[in-house]
């Protein structure tokens, strides 16, 4: 099964904004830094959210991340759409097809997760992220 989420971005302050998201949501909060993953070699971005997912008990789904320093961070256009889930064949196929006529800024590949990642951005201006995780033997 495929999920679509909204992705939230902010700059150096995601763990405070997703504490906030949990405190008015409720559920299980769960969050990665740059450092974890080795995903910085920027010693200011070690302890900043990689990727943080909020998971309430009615099925909700929010996640956020602190926006890389290399990169551009617009406040009112900090998010994007999340594609997550273990059918490769589907979510590759999504990933081509919105790509298409867009930019991808990051292809699909292993990420140090362990899942495969890819970023682009739509014809649209829309920043999609599609996470493929391993299927469940």
Same mark, same amino acid.
């Given at each position: 099964? =495929?999920t679509?989420?909204?992705y939230?971005?902010?700059?150096?302050?995601?763990? #405070?904004?997703? %504490? /906030?998201?949990?405190?008015? /949501? *409720?559920g +299980?909060? @769960?969050?990665?830094?740059? &450092? #974890?993953?080795? @995903?910085? #070699?920027?010693?200011?971005e070690?302890?900043?959210?990689?990727?943080?997912?909020? =998971?309430?008990?009615?099925?909700?789904?929010?996640?956020?991340? +602190? %926006?890389?320093?290399?990169?551009?961070? %617009?406040?009112? =256009?900090?998010?994007?759409?999340?594609?997550? &889930?273990?059918?490769?064949?589907?979510?590759r196929?999504?990933? +081509?097809?919105l790509a @298409?006529?867009?930019?991808?800024?990051?292809?699909? #590949?292993?990420?140090?997760?362990?899942d =495969?990642? &890819?970023?682009?951005?739509?014809?649209? *201006?829309? +920043?999609?992220?599609?996470?493929?995780?391993?299927?469940?033997?």
């Open positions: 099964m =495929t679509l989420n909204p939230l971005g902010f700059r150096d302050n995601a763990k #405070e904004a997703m %504490t /906030f998201y949990q405190s008015v /949501f *409720g +299980d909060l @769960a969050m990665s830094t740059f &450092g #974890e993953y080795h @995903a910085s #070699e920027d010693a200011a070690q302890d900043k959210i990689m990727h943080a997912m909020l =998971t309430t008990e009615n099925g909700m789904v929010l996640m956020g991340a +602190d %926006t890389p320093n290399s990169m551009d961070y %617009t406040p009112g =256009t900090n998010f994007s759409v999340s594609l997550s &889930g273990s059918d490769e064949a589907e979510l196929s999504y990933f +081509d097809k @298409a006529g867009g930019t991808i800024a990051m292809p699909l #590949e292993k990420a140090p997760w362990g =495969t990642f &890819g970023m682009c951005k739509d014809k649209f *201006g829309v +920043d999609w992220l599609v996470n493929i995780a391993p299927a469940a033997s």
